[in-house]
T-cell receptor, first 113, second 112 residues
Framework: DQQVKQNSPSLSVQEGRISILNCDYTNSMFDYFLWYKKYPAEGPTFLISISSIKDKNEDGRFTVFLNKSAKHLSLHIVPSQPGDSAVYFCAADRGSTLGRLYFGRGTQLTVWP | DAGVTQSPTHLIKTRGQQVTLRCSPKSGHDTVSWYQQALGQGPQFIFQYYEEEERQRGNFPDRFSGHQFPNYSSELNVNALLLGDSALYLC???????????FGPGTRLTVT
């Protein structure tokens, strides 16, 4: 039962343009969402997070948007850089089981020059 | 500031054997979780340790067990290895009531 879904396995974007990675979830009890970036042969690196009481969080080139009514979140990267090429995972958590992250299957982002 | 470290990096075991993986959390973190990542999948939660006790467990059989030491480091043990246990095993740590978890580089386990 996949409670967090990333329906696009891959995304290709030109350098300098916006990358938008999408994530959907089914469990309305989730109250915290995180994005991780993963390079080959490395562990996931924490990027940005958002609480369910907010609808937007920004950190430099990265912005996460949360639409609770649609159970949808997205990660925007502006401007995209070749070094952003990696697999991006969306993850969700909830206070009652704090620390048990539910992950999507990831989206491979490729940023070309 | 040392991040999460894991050992070994790679491991090859034979079906039926037992394996122990090790993790040292990020400095200042007291909670350790273990995840299994199969090829092409997202990480799957195995269990979480806090104050040397297993606090939560995912949908993994009892062949998977763990331990947390007084210095917050942790071990993951897998008995009676199956071919399907071949995966990347990730350790993550966090502090107190914070949601953000920080991952180590992982241990790649291959069962033949």
């Amino acid at each position: 039962d996949q409670q967090v879904k990333q329906n696009s396995p891959s995304l290709s974007v030109q350098e300098g343009r916006i990358s938008i990675l999408n994530c959907d979830y089914t469990n309305s009890m989730f109250d915290y969402f995180l994005w991780y970036k993963k390079y080959p042969a490395e562990g996931p690196t924490f990027l940005i997070s958002i609480s369910s009481i907010k609808d937007k969080n920004e950190d430099g080139r990265f912005t996460v948007f949360l639409n609770k009514s649609a159970k949808h979140l997205s990660l925007h990267i502006v401007p995209s850089q070749p070094g952003d090429s990696a697999v991006y995972f969306c993850a969700a958590d909830r206070g009652s089981t704090l620390g048990r992250l539910y992950f999507g299957r990831g989206t491979q982002l490729t940023v070309w020059p | 500031d040392a991040g999460v470290t894991q050992s070994p990096t790679h491991l090859i075991k034979t079906r039926g054997q037992q394996v122990t993986l090790r993790c040292s959390p990020k400095s200042g973190h007291d909670t350790v979780s273990w995840y299994q990542q199969a090829l092409g999948q997202g990480p799957q939660f195995i269990f979480q340790y806090y104050e040397e006790e297993e606090r939560q467990r995912g949908n993994f059989p009892d062949r998977f067990s763990g331990h947390q030491f007084p210095n917050y480091s942790s071990e993951l043990n897998v008995n009676a290895l199956l071919l399907g246990d071949s995966a990347l095993y990730l350790c993550a740590s966090r502090s107190g009531s914070y949601y953000e978890q920080y991952f180590g580089p992982g241990t790649r386990l291959t069962v033949t």
